[in-house]
């Protein structure tokens, strides 16, 4: 059986390198080393140093691991927010975050637009009692960027406020600017190439200090899990509970094999890939990209509309040709696709792919 | 370099079969698939299926999936406890547990033995208005176990009380009787054999209900990995967040294995490597067990004191035949050393460390 070749919007393909690493892991052990070990401690530093690299993360920013991003959603609220958040919601996960505001009996605010589309500088204008903002950077379920340069306005604007990213499947490829930005944070699965069960918080001392001003007004924050007990590991390059070591030590080895390729030339090739992919759409008979504002296409995760053929028909078109592309979101499926464009994913992968839609 | 060999209290050696394994999730690109997909419910299915049956768990219980054993004291207690929550503390596992319920300003209580004790049946009378009982079986910390035949006096004693086990370092040794237990858990990478990063909850229609009523008075009991979310995926052998599909694919798989060996078989084994080990500590001029009461002393986690000879220096003499033993917990270390007696851990190398306690 030839192998499949993944271009899901996560988990997806592997970065190619990940097969080779693993085989090192299981030569060094890393499965049976302790936590608490020298040996896990550099791991730790590794894969911090090589993220910092990677996305310019500087030092008025921490970084910690968790297990998800949905775990991250749930710290961010238990820990930076006693009332009010504002979350700008354009999809199924901007929603769910927004969801677990009011699960944890917060009172949350939204900007809403409808699915498939993105937000303008008329949003920005938000109340002023809010704490919290969460942006989500790329919304993986509509395929929808929340421009960049939006952000700093959105700092400028809300002074007290923290800036909190969702940049789950768009990371290693947009430039942040950590300055204007609070709290950021992904998952390993998307565009870093890696097997899931790991989630990577960056953040900065402005959420220790809320952290510890909603504890010291005897709220609780949570657990092993809390800010300043993943912070206090942290400075001792640990976690608070057993972590996911061979997820930790598989970042910091794909983070380095892309700092060698550079963070500059991966973005470089993500444009290229995405403009050669939504132009096929458009010329495609079979598709139309569900996104219309091209400000707000997202390059990492591109969704298609299917014109003609079902998605069911469409995917299964691929499939026999070993590529496997992602379905539509929850009930989306009946009408759209989606296709990831990670790092991983070459762009000759990419050219068979377009050769693919053209032959259809 | 001769490859090292892990007799660590966890992570620990890998089950012997778990680099075979972890080839063919390569090859059958299991860090690729979706977590949606039928695939990973295939995988999900499996390792329920050969827990039950290695375990000897119920229809009565479900099977979730987290991402560590603290994760699970966290959900226990936001789900299952409105304030008073009995913990049995002999250690520093058993304590974090008692205070992470202060974290959550709850109004847990204790009972509480030295490290190096464990319980009498005259500590199982508590008081009637707690609503769930911790017991934590193995506490790693100091290798001492809670009698099993305690479980159903505990439960007779306290009808209205949930009772939960954490056998975080013993699964799947005991023999459990579940019809006196409500939930009980543990993480992959102790007794099971695998790499870190995954947590297995075993839990009763009392848990769900108790977490329903919790939610319906108004109190929050978390978002995505709160019981009644991680039993409404579990329904469709599916999980709330994308999970660790590897550790859940290879868990299923070392079940399989140790299932094809027989749990019955795996116990003996265990007991007879105890046994002996016990046994060398006690002979030997450089040991002796911490744990006194044999009655209390833990078949899978054996903690010694070091007499003579520092724990460093015994660790540094084993480390010299590439044999990893673990250190003390904490501030033991100065005093005494760990070994893990799994099921991996084979009679021969149990042979062999035995030889090196008798010739130092």
Redesign the interface.
Known sequence: MA??Y?F?H?????YFT??DH?KNA??E???????RSSQFQGYFKHATKQLRLLLNIPETHHIVFT?????I??RLLQNCVKEHSLHFVNGAFSKKFH??AI???KSPQKVEVPFGEGFTEKHLEIPENIEMVAVTQNETSAGVSFPLEYLPILRKNNPDALITVDAVSSVPYPNFDFSGIDSLYF?V?KGMG?????GVWILNNRCIEKATQLENE?L?I?????IPSLLKQAASFQT????????IYLLGKVAEDMNRRGAEVIRQETNYKAAFMYQALENSPYFEPLVQEKQHRSKTVIVAKCLQKTPAEVLAYFAKKNM?L?SGYGSYKSEQIRIANFPTHSKESFLMLVDLIEGM
């Open positions: 192998l499949k993944y899901t996560g988990p997806s393909e592997l990940v097969p693993i299981l030569n052990k890393v499965g049976s080393i302790s936590h297990n998800s991003a949905n775990e959603w749930e969801e677990f699960q944890l009996r998952s699965q890696l097997p899931a069960g790991l005897g609780s949570g657990t092993y899990h809390s608070p509970a057993t972590p996911n070591v061979l997820g496997i992602g």
